[in-house]
């Protein structure tokens, strides 16, 4: 069984920082790509950051210098370090496994950003 729980989340002031972490279980980590995506109230889901298999990095242009993804193989943890927070990356924050065809998905971690 594949599970993906992620950690992290929760209340800051605009400029502050979080670190969102991404544990994932049942799977060969290290092949997957990983990535983050997040969804607004009212809004759709989007891709925030991704990592492959290869260490290959994409970024939403809306995150660039801010925020910073990266991986542990041996600890099977895809990390989202979050810095100068705005309140507009108030959203809850999805982790995200993909092979080919196959995806999985975390239940999700909230965060939020006061002004």
């Known amino acids: 069984q594949v599970q993906l729980v992620e950690s992290g989340g929760g209340l800051v002031q605009a400029g502050g920082s979080l670190r969102l972490s991404c544990t994932a279980s049942?799977?060969?980590?290290?092949?997957?790509?990983m990535g983050w995506y997040r969804q607004a109230p009212g809004k759709q889901r989007e891709l925030v950051a991704g990592?492959?298999?290869?260490?290959?990095?994409n970024y939403a242009d809306s995150v660039k210098g801010r925020f910073t993804i990266s991986r542990d193989n041996a600890k099977n943890t895809v990390y989202l370090q979050m810095n100068s927070l705005k309140p507009e990356d108030t959203a809850v924050y999805y982790c995200?496994?993909?092979?080919?065809?196959?995806?999985?998905w975390g239940q999700g971690t909230q965060v939020t950003v006061s002004s």
């Open positions: 995200n496994g993909r092979r080919d065809w196959v995806e999985y």
């Open positions: 049942g799977l060969i980590f290290s092949i997957y790509t």
């Open positions: 990592i492959g298999s290869g260490g290959r990095i």
